[in-house]
């Protein structure tokens, strides 16, 4: 056994929770908004729909390959040469996801917190916990969302009630003033990296103490993440409109540097911060123990935390490397990495209840033949 | 300069988990971790010796230029 | 054990790390600017940085009186070379985090502005919570000389008079950096900025002489708000037109204004509540504005004599009367600003686009056109509340 460790249903919820606020709370207002203005909170409302239905398939996956992680299954529904080549290429998308993420978690605290700082000292600390945390396991993990989870929900709560005397309710309108086309196309990016990237939860599930309960975890993980950005988007296109949502690279902060109250309680953006880094932390954590665990699980090795340092300096070393400037990764991000995600957390899934479903379908005849 | 950061790195990962994976005779994971380290070494030297990488992120883009391609034709 | 000392090795090497110490700026090497003004000369931007001199403000005994500021001006092709250039006199970087006012010169403005705001909107130091002035009959960087009294630091003081004045009298606007941004970008509104003028002589002003008489010779005034279409400066409101400007854009916290009563003198009313509504709608592709504005106010000064206010049919009357000046107010200024302005300042291309989106889309483009020839219809709606600590004015029954 690998990883002996065992996930509560509520620790679920909050990893789910946690993952799906992620890196979207900070990098989704002005890519969901560049393309549907003011009408993105729409956006949100049709991404949290597909990710519904994406959780409805991850619960399916638990009775197709119960006790299997991705890995693990993906190598049982196409055997030995192919699920190996597919293993190899779901790794790699972990892998990826994990760069993408702390090259965005370098980019934000050089940008906005301490630019003078060079990167690789950034990424080598936070990568430095990362490892700390997967090396210890899943358990660990859930019961660190545990004593995240309400600092984080404090932080929001504080940063969305202390801008309410500066929102103001006409900047959402007019509704749909270029019809349903722009707001689709700023789903895209929501769907993708808010609600299909919980996929990397498929390596964990066999991980959690009451099976039966995995379903109602996710969904309700989904629903309040969900919401969570839902709002931060909201609040983004109230306090500033969607042409500054749009211009700035990281709104959120923008507004949590307005927050103003009494006279006194101002320049806290630092602490609205922590929370993006904790979920940052969460998110990069996942995605970094699927691949260790992931790889372990396809060469069939007795022993995973070892794999953890090297690792780590790969990603510390490619962070810099992935995109030569900002620009060069806000493109690709918007454009194409998108449907990079929806592959692997759509349509692997998708074809992987598909194969089994076949196979239960052609069993079944065979045994009725017989 | 960067390259004896890099080299002192590999170095100390080295110590810290070579001499376990020795002592329990695991040498399955011996390989993969020495691949993982090549890996990791290599992509460091890029970065030390600041060689340029224009276009990391082609891969991506080529493979899936035409859905996008089709997706901001009919939506944007 | 082992274990223990290696934990405590870790504990210490972190502590290292937390401090946060690589890119640290010392305070005492800061140059604290909180007022920076912008001036064009030439083909060059000149920027002026009023900047705070701590020992002053601290209030520590002794030394020779000096200013609580001192100002560094540099010119460069750019605004971030001319800033960074201010180094070759400070002997500190100038740091923007605690702006609180921007002063751009009356020539600039008449340029067009938008080519400095981006180093203010891009630059990670600065921030929201400073407003933009324009500099009237006179340059950027003189505004920023001026020392004043009751406030030490004279941009502080801008700011705050600005804040005041904008809530307690409301002829003056406070507009922050995303506010202008927004305005410029959006098709419907024109942006609109303060005016600052000094009243007095510049070169008596800036000296300590200006703050030891009871009269200070040499003083910072807001006048009214100018006007701008796109982002170049194309005239001046009065107090009264600037009031109205608050009005419609919900502005308005306190006021004053005065009515005439029957007899021809003068009884103040003190606005405590304005709100304004502003409806757009199409009649056969024409864009129409009906404006509803509610006033709420007391009776603040009384000067006629033949008025009683015991008496409910007087203060209806007085309310006719108001609705009549403030409509007929409303009317004119909005047509000085549709026929001599051409620019509408007043947001109702905003307002067509939120009540009739696709007939915007054929509008946007050509809207400070429509606005000049834009039907308004205005509908005031004054109450009139309490009558202060007395009712009747003791006037009525001197002989």
Redesign the interface.
């Known amino acids: 056994m690998l990883e002996k460790g065992k996930l509560s249903t509520r620790q679920l919820t909050i990893l789910v929770m946690l993952l799906t606020i992620g890196d979207s709370i900070l990098v989704i207002p002005p890519s969901t908004t560049h393309?549907a203005r003011q009408n993105a909170w729409i956006s949100t409302l049709i991404g949290m729909v597909i990710g519904l239905l994406a959780i409805y398939m991850y619960s399916r996956f638990i009775k197709l390959y119960p006790k299997l992680t991705l890995i693990e299954a993906i190598q049982k529904a196409f055997g030995k040469w192919l699920g190996t080549v597919l293993s190899l290429m779901t790794l790699m998308f972990f892998l990826i996801v994990t760069v993408g993420s702390m090259r965005e978690v370098s980019d934000f605290v050089i940008a906005e917190m301490l630019p003078g700082t060079p990167i690789?000292p950034i990424l080598t600390l936070f990568i430095l916990i990362v490892i700390m945390a997967t090396r210890l396991g899943i358990e660990v993990l859930g019961r660190t969302g545990e004593i995240f989870t309400p600092m984080i929900i404090i932080l929001f709560l504080i940063l969305t009630v202390a801008i309410v005397p500066q929102m103001d309710i006409v900047r959402i309108l007019p509704i749909l003033e270029d019809g349903i086309?722009?707001v689709?196309?700023g789903s895209?990016s929501i769907t993708a990296y808010t609600f299909l990237e919980p996929v990397v939860f498929l390596m964990v599930l066999p991980y959690v103490s009451q099976q039966q309960k995995i379903t109602k975890g996710l969904l309700l993980g989904c629903l309040l993440g969900g919401t969570i950005i839902f709002l931060t988007l909201t609040v983004s296109i109230l306090v500033l409109g969607p042409d500054l949502t749009t211009r700035d690279i990281y709104p959120s902060y923008n507004i949590a540097r307005r927050i103003s109250i009494g006279g006194f309680f101002e320049r806290v953006e630092a602490l609205i911060a922590l929370q993006w880094m904790l979920t940052l932390f969460i998110k990069v954590t996942l995605f970094f123990y699927a691949f260790i665990l992931g790889?372990s699980q396809l060469?069939?090795?007795?022993?995973y935390r070892?794999?953890t340092?090297?690792?780590?300096?790969?990603l510390?070393?490619?962070a810099?490397?992935?995109?030569?400037n900002f620009t060069?990764y806000n493109t690709?991000f918007d454009?194409?990495?998108v449907?990079?995600v929806i592959t692997f957390g759509l349509v692997l899934p998708l074809v992987l209840l598909g194969v089994a479903m076949f196979r239960r379908a052609l069993s079944k005849d065979l045994k009725s033949q017989n | 300069m960067d390259l004896v950061v890099i080299l002192i790195?590999?170095a100390v990962?080295i110590a810290?988990?070579v001499p376990?994976?020795w002592r329990?005779k695991?040498i399955?994971?011996l390989w993969?971790?020495s691949f993982?380290?090549l890996?990791?070494?290599f992509?460091?030297v890029?970065?030390a010796f600041h060689i340029?990488?224009?276009n990391?992120?082609g891969w991506?883009?080529f493979?899936?230029?035409p859905?996008?391609d089709m997706?901001?034709a009919?939506?944007? | 054990m082992k274990r223990r000392a290696l934990l405590l090795c870790v504990v210490i090497l972190i502590q290292l790390f937390v401090t946060g110490c690589w890119s640290r700026r010392e305070l005492n090497d800061l140059a604290i600017a909180v007022g920076i003004g912008i001036d064009k000369i030439g083909d060059q931007y000149q920027v002026s940085a009023q900047v705070v001199l701590p020992s002053q403000i601290a209030g520590s005994k002794g030394g020779s009186p000096q200013s609580p500021v001192n100002l560094y001006k540099a010119t460069g092709n750019t605004v971030y070379e001319a800033l960074r250039k201010i180094t070759t006199l400070s002997p500190r970087k100038i740091y923007i985090s605690h702006l609180r006012i921007l002063v751009l010169g009356e020539d600039l403005a008449k340029e067009g502005i938008s080519s400095v705001l981006d180093f203010m909107s891009r630059d990670t130091d600065t921030r929201n919570d400073y407003f933009i002035v324009v500099a009237k009959d006179t340059k950027a960087e003189d505004t920023l000389k001026i020392l004043t009294s009751l406030e030490k630091i004279p941009a502080v003081r801008l700011f705050s008079s600005l804040e005041t004045s904008e809530k307690q009298w409301a002829p003056t606007s406070t507009v922050t950096l995303g506010t202008l941004i927004t305005e410029l970008v959006s098709k419907g509104k024109n942006p609109v900025l303060t005016g600052v003028v000094i009243n007095g002589n510049v070169d008596v002003g800036q000296t300590q002489k200006n703050v030891e008489t009871v009269d200070s010779p040499t003083e910072l005034k807001y006048s009214g708000l100018a006007v701008f279409k796109e982002d170049k400066l194309i005239g001046w409101l009065n107090p009264e037109e600037s009031k109205v400007y608050n009005y419609l854009t919900n502005k308005v916290k306190s006021t004053v204004f005065y009515i005439q009563c029957p007899e021809g003198k003068k009884v103040s009313l003190d606005v405590f509540e304005a709100h304004s509504k502003i409806k757009g709608s199409m009649h056969n592709d024409n864009p129409e504005i009906s404006i509803e504005q509610h006033i709420e106010s007391d009776i603040g000064e009384v000067q006629c004599r033949n008025l009683d206010l015991t008496n409910p049919k007087t203060i209806t009357e007085l309310e006719q009367i108001a609705n009549h000046k403030v409509v007929h107010l409303f009317e004119t200024t909005i047509k000085k600003v549709q026929q001599e302005f051409k620019s509408d300042i007043f947001g109702f291309g905003e307002v067509i686009h939120r009540s009739n989106p696709q007939a915007w889309k054929k509008l946007k483009d050509n809207w400070d056109q429509t606005f000049v020839n834009l039907p308004v219809s205005v509908k005031t709606d004054i109450k009139i509340r309490q009558l202060g600590k007395v009712t009747n004015s003791f006037l009525e029954e001197m002989k």
């Open positions: 393309y690789p086309k722009p689709l196309r895209i790889l060469l069939k090795l007795k022993e070892v794999l340092l090297p690792t780590g300096l790969i510390v070393s490619l810099p490397i992935i995109a030569p060069y690709v454009n194409y990495w449907y990079y | 790195v590999v990962i810290v988990e376990l994976m329990k695991l399955e994971e993969v971790f993982l380290l890996l990791g070494t992509f460091g890029i970065n340029p990488v224009s990391p992120l991506m883009i493979i899936y230029k859905v996008a997706v901001n009919w939506l944007a």
